[in-house]
């Protein structure tokens, strides 16, 4: 008998019904389970990476302000000799240390201390003449003067009420003994502005600390964590130090005894070899980043749940109460406008602009549905996009506009999903980047109308924080030239431009003649006023295709694409001549100067790129021994050059 029943009636039958209703609320309660628990993974890693890029950015910029610092201290043991006279001290020593602290935003004191302790030379009058013998940073200078290690003391309260970490280099006498200290205070300012600019959440604490336990600075500042000893408990610090990582990823205990996750960097001093080390902290509290994720998952079960019950509900009374199905039907469709009301307020406070578009070949693609968080991202309203058709496209930066047509075209091409990073112009005339993510979507319309859903997430601070970065790592931080390692990765890709059969290329290596006598006569600040303005005068003569690089010091070199040797030589001139003509004005001063120029060819023979820097160089230093100021080739060089 049943088998002459057809396939809806025998859905109608409860022992049917009720097997199926349970599979599909357990393929949605572990669908809701899946996708939650991938959003909380994407979460944490997403909270990850961006902690470990501030702690990063911490390292840098706490490195560079050490790598000055330090400079600024071997300068000072160079020069103390010359800077005492008959009766201590002359005075254009104070105002040198006055000069050098004021060009480094990261230190606040320098000052030299005899063998017994006593001040005797700063910028900062007060300290002169105070016995600081007690300090940490003496006694181990004093205990370890026969070492080349920086000392790094753990921080401490100075005498000027201010809690300060030093940094510090040994005075060793002719005869080898012991003759004092010159240190360097970082300025805690400084650093508390920094940490307090790394911060992107209101829950969020970045520190520095010293490896021995001492914390130096924190953000948000908090009295009670200052005074602690972290080598002695469990938190983030400690276990990042068992673990022996450069970096490392935390959660549990952190420093504030509060429940967070983090990334902690031991700063690595850019290879300066120091007796200590800092320590960057970049922490979340847990429930703050996972906050909003709780609440999700909890509506998403709840709502499983009710929809577990009254579905169960309702099958149960299916084929007795046909009434309560209507009602139910009603009842849906209620909950269903109610749902699109949801969306829309979710939409307003998801901090992404949803949309919708279709696009057909030959045609540029039309908006469909713009979200209402385009007010705040985008600087336009939804009603804005709606009435005028081009008005997205024509916001968009045209390089990436051109780009983003593109990617749409291979997307409809293939009836794939596309994502592209795009620079968006506001009314205000503010460049913002975002990320386009767009995925095809089914549709009534003809097939070859294609519909994509999708949404627009702000991904400016990212973008702006791997420009940052990138510039540090290609540009030397005084004359805005490229740094050595920019310049020789570029010379690299054009040898081997050349040695794939393009045309020869030159190298010119120059030197500021005399550039010492600059420094000793007018200070180090008017030199490098004279290098900023050697860059300036070079810049001018070049041409865009041209590389102009720092190598270190007043030692410069330029790259000269598709230039024979005669013609770099003439160039060389040129520049020999723009640079004499040009003396440097800093500080009243007017600084004539001169360079001396070698010019080599970069030919596919040359076995690499420090062959050729090396012949260039040769030429240079006989420039030099010839008389200077003048430009020597390659072809000129003596055999006993």
Request: glycine content about 8%; hydrophobic content about 40%; proline content about 4%.
């Amino acid at each position: 008998m049943h088998q002459n029943l057809s396939l809806h009636e025998r859905l109608k039958r409860p022992a049917v019904q009720w097997p199926i209703w349970t599979g599909l609320m357990l393929v949605m309660g572990l669908l809701i389970g899946v996708v939650q628990w991938r959003e909380y993974r994407e979460i944490g890693r997403t909270e990850r990476e961006h902690l470990l890029t501030q702690v990063r950015v911490a390292d840098q910029l706490l490195t560079s302000q050490i790598q000055s610092a330090d400079a600024a201290l071997r300068t000072m043991l160079e020069g103390l000799d010359r800077w005492r006279g008959p009766e201590g001290y002359l005075p254009f020593a104070h105002e040198h240390l006055g000069r050098v602290e004021k060009m480094m935003p990261g230190a606040r004191t320098f000052a030299v201390l005899d063998a017994q302790g006593i001040c005797q030379l700063s910028n900062r009058h007060e300290l002169i003449g105070m016995d600081l013998s007690g300090r940490d940073y003496f006694a181990r200078a004093k205990a370890g003067h026969g070492s080349a290690e920086l000392r790094i003391a753990a921080p401490y309260r100075t005498v000027l009420g201010a809690c300060a970490a030093t940094i510090s280099r040994p005075i060793t006498r002719a005869d080898g003994t012991f003759g004092g200290v010159v240190v360097a205070t970082l300025s805690p300012e400084y650093f508390e502005d920094v940490m307090k600019t790394l911060r992107y959440a209101p829950d969020m604490r970045v520190t520095l600390l010293h490896d021995e336990g001492q914390i130096y600075v924190t953000s948000p500042p908090d009295q009670a964590i200052l005074a602690r000893d972290y080598s002695k408990t469990s938190n983030f610090f400690s276990e990042h130090l068992r673990s022996g990582l450069a970096e490392s990823y935390q959660g549990g205990n952190s420093l504030d005894e509060r429940k967070r996750f983090g990334m902690v960097r031991t700063v690595a001093l850019g290879g300066i070899a120091a007796d200590h080390r800092f320590v960057a902290v970049a922490g979340r509290e847990s429930s703050a980043v996972y906050g909003p994720w709780r609440m999700e998952t909890a509506v998403l079960v709840g709502l499983w749940l009710a929809i577990l019950l009254g579905s169960g509900w309702g099958l149960a009374q299916f084929r007795t109460r046909a009434k309560l199905l209507r009602r139910q039907a009603q009842e849906a469709e209620q909950a269903m406008q109610r749902s699109n009301q949801r969306f829309e307020q979710m939409a307003s406070a998801v901090p992404c602009v949803l949309f919708d578009f279709e696009v057909a070949a030959g045609m540029e693609p039309r908006l469909l549905y713009v979200g209402p968080y385009s007010t705040q991202l985008l600087g336009r309203t939804p009603e804005e996009f709606s009435s005028q058709p081009g008005l997205f496209l024509q916001s968009v930066h045209p390089d990436d506009a051109r780009e983003l047509q593109a990617a749409v075209e291979r997307a409809f091409s293939h009836k794939a999903s596309f994502d592209c990073d795009i620079r968006f112009t506001t009314p205000q005339g503010q460049e913002r980047w975002v990320k386009m993510t767009a995925m095809p979507v089914a549709s009534d319309h003809t097939p070859d109308v294609h519909r994509y859903s999708g949404f627009l997430s702000d991904i400016t601070l990212e973008k702006t924080q791997q420009l940052v970065l990138k510039d540090l790592a290609y540009r030397d931080p005084l004359t805005r030239a490229e740094n050595r390692r920019s310049f020789m990765e570029k010379t690299q890709a054009e040898l081997a431009r050349i040695k794939r059969g393009g045309a020869e290329a030159s190298v010119i290596m120059l030197d500021i003649d005399f550039f010492k006598n600059v420094n000793d006569t007018y200070g180090h600040d008017v030199g490098d006023a004279v290098l900023k303005h050697l860059v300036a005068v070079l810049r001018a003569c070049l041409r865009s295709m041209d590389a102009l690089g720092r190598l270190g010091g007043e030692e410069f070199a330029v790259l000269l694409p598709e230039t024979s040797l005669e013609s770099a030589v003439l160039l060389a001139e040129r520049l020999r001549q723009a640079v004499q003509a040009s003396p440097a004005v800093e500080a009243g001063y007017s600084v004539p100067f001169t360079i001396s120029l070698g010019v080599a060819p970069l030919r596919a023979d040359v076995p690499d790129v420090k062959s050729v820097l090396k012949l260039a160089d040769r030429a240079m230093y006989q420039a030099k021994n010839t008389g200077r100021n003048r430009v020597v080739s390659v072809s000129d060089l003596s055999p006993a050059a």
